[in-house]
């Protein structure tokens, strides 16, 4: 059933027509997942969301899940994953960046290998689209697996109102997580790491999060402001199965930004088996109406 919010409603159809193209959400999947079979049993899964960075810069958070790796034989030695980025595209070069996570501690072994090793990092990119090749090897057994992710990043300073890729993480995320920064640690109501995962079942929570910034031409931030966020599950054909609203309170964010980091959790229990669109949308309430949105889509399936 669908919640009541007539004024909100309102104005996300309204503002949604009017939206720049560049911050227009984007139906396409956004995670890149190989096949298995050709690659010795090993699965990988990158995604991307584009945060605010310094400047025209987007701190890009990068995800690569690796799913097939067998635990820790009890004695075995020295043994680690390592992961290999490799950008193109853009309009200047980005250095290659090697990544290394020890799968030998206790933290890292046994069973927790067996439900996919995650890793979380972060690449400074100038707007542009580009190609991202994740390269995932196993010293312990000598795999490796690859996959070329797209991502596009766009400046989000010309925007009064802008808003981060959407991160999506659900209460049956499992395995091991490495990250290079704490905030990407976990998400909050859950308390799960960001994830790869698009199809969930019906008896899983599910939460995701964004952040929206604010931008002012003086080039000063206000504080206290509000922003309106709206969150929705939509069927591919339109249909709003659920939604509802976040008046949230912008404020200083790491790194010198301003804004409101949204986080929610989308009820699935009842949705019927298919696929879906999760969407996030936000409005200024003062001066110059504008509105962003981006969203993901996703599939559910029934409980087990």
Partial sequence: MVRSMPTLIRQFVAFALVVPSALSAQSVPDVTTTDPRPNGGLTLAVFAAPYQGTGSLASVLLGAELH????RPAGAGARRLELRYAVTG???????????VSLTDTAAGGPELERGVRVLTRL???PGTYGVRVTARDTGSSRSVSAVHDVEVIDLRPFSIAMSG???TSSAVEGYTHVESDEDRVLPILLRPPAARRRF??????EVQAEIYEQWANGEAEFDQQINVVTRLRALDGRVLWETSDLGTSEALSGDRFGYIHSTLVPIRDVPPGQYIVQVGAETMYGVPTFVSREVPITIVAAP
């Fill in 68 to 71: 097939g790796l067998p635990g």
């Fill in 201 to 206: 079942a019906q008896s899983e929570r599910l």
């Fill in 124 to 126: 400074s990119m100038p």
């Fill in 166 to 168: 959407l991160v999506l």
């Fill in 90 to 100: 853009g309009p200047s070069r980005i250095p290659d960046r090697t990544v290394s």
